[in-house]
């Protein structure tokens, strides 16, 4: 049957950024969607994922977009995700796959469940690839290759969904783990939202004058300081709670340093960076092995 | 005149580790010295460095390695580098020049133009180079190709032996800039010793079990902490007044960040980081520029 070529028919991707505008392309690449309709408030990165071959429709007309989608991905910063659930929900078709690739996953999750009927089935991603970088013009097929994705699958999500949601995931070439979505926003917090916040603090607190005797040290430091400002908002302030937790941890660590060095004692500074010289050696293994 | 063949006759490196060792390697390469005696407190360092043929002869005995030396260059940690001031300053050789490789200035400055005798002449020096590793194994003779080298001359310093020691960086590919002593120490608290606890106290703050999870963007932001406790604790010491000023402007920065977070405040928020992106950027164009 000519439906079965591909896993699903129809997606939408409602947000043609960096992420959205390259799991259109992976999708392509992999053969996954018979076709796909992009979504974006800005008509410039529409042109652009269609002339990138991303997509093969677009729309202003989110509602529009979603008529006879079977995978719907939504892919918009966190804040627009969320109002993105609300405004579709009822316009969703029958037995249609719903995920999306926000950076926090419980605000994301508790709404969808809240607001999307039975007939529409749920699953939260969150794909870990991506930098500093945004926009369609830095989409790539590839991107999510050797890349985690976090799934937050729970008690009321479809099996089925979960996991044909996951094999996309696995054949665009993530390795996919399950989490809680209240257990995927505390270590984000750590590991990804919190080293975004130290390194915009940083860039900030360093007065402009001296920015010319900065090495690549400084460089990999502030890296992420690159990022996009609306989106770390977003982020910011879905996963608040958790997110100024991590940034007390590192304040109390900063703090016990600060302590360490007017008390000019040095064993105790030795203590403190070989704690954290652990932790990285711990973290150096994780990632390149 | 056979001892015209090279910049100097003998010189005499006081610690190699991979700054020394590197330094040395650049020494031979350009044909500098004449010959090169290493001085470390751990017998292995001396044995690998004599193996890589960047030094001609070691020994653990500093007062002997500094006999003849008409340039004697302290390559050890700030604390080491202020004990082998005070012990050198009476036996150095009439009319040797004297320069360091230390991360901060003032302190090193201070004591050397304290304690040496009128027939030395010292300069100080820092080359940026290096990386969160350490050790002779990672030395190499163009570590300081393109790599900044800031020396700090005073009113104090010997003319002559200031054009030499700048000769000496530029020739092994350094690009020399003078600062005085404490702009140096003010200025490197921010883009080097301010990145360096930020990225110890994130490392230490982060539970283990959450490492897991971690990506490329923690992995860059942590990368200094890979860096030696010991030489880290010595710099934070030595430097302490100005660490302790940038520790508390970037604590100031992350509270800005984290009240906005608490009030939800979208637009404080995106001011912020967008203040933080602005330096990032100047950053960046400096660095590739």
Same sequence: chains 1, 2.
Avoid at 246 to 269: F, G, P, T, W, Y
Wanted: hydrophobic fraction near 45%.
């Amino acid at each position: 049957m000519i439906f079965n070529r591909h896993m699903f028919r129809r997606a939408a991707i409602i947000g043609t950024g960096m992420i959205g505008g390259s799991l259109a392309l992976a999708l392509k690449k992999h053969g996954l969607v018979g076709s796909i309709i992009g979504v974006s408030r800005q008509e410039a990165s529409l042109k652009t994922a269609v002339e990138m071959k991303a997509i093969d429709e677009s729309t202003m007309d989110i509602h529009k977009a979603i008529q006879g989608a079977d995978l719907v991905i939504l892919a918009a910063p966190v804040k627009v995700i969320l109002d993105n659930i609300e405004d579709i929900s009822k316009h969703l078709r029958r037995g249609c796959i719903v995920t999306d690739v926000g950076s926090t996953k419980l605000s994301i999750v508790d709404l969808a469940e809240k607001h999307f009927p039975p007939h529409v089935m749920f699953v939260g991603s969150h794909p870990m690839a991506g930098s500093e970088k945004s926009g369609i013009s830095h989409a790539n097929a590839d991107l999510f290759k050797g890349a985690a994705c976090i799934m937050t699958p729970t008690a009321k999500t479809n099996r089925m969904a979960r996991d044909k949601v996951k094999q996309l995931w696995t054949i665009v070439g993530a390795q996919v783990k399950l989490m809680e979505p209240a257990a995927h926003d505390e270590a984000l917090a750590y590991v990804s939202h919190l080293p975004h916040m130290l390194a915009f603090s940083l860039a900030r607190a360093i007065p402009e004058a001296f920015l010319e005797h900065g090495a690549i040290g400084l460089k990999d430091t502030t890296r992420l300081a690159g990022s996009s400002s609306k989106m770390w908002s977003d982020i910011c302030i879905s996963n608040y709670r958790q997110v100024i937790k991590a940034i007390d941890e590192s304040v109390k660590s900063l703090a016990d340093i600060r302590k360490a060095v007017v008390a000019k004692d040095e064993q105790e500074l030795v203590q403190i960076f070989n704690q954290a010289k652990t932790k990285r050696e711990i973290l150096e293994k994780k990632i390149n092995g």
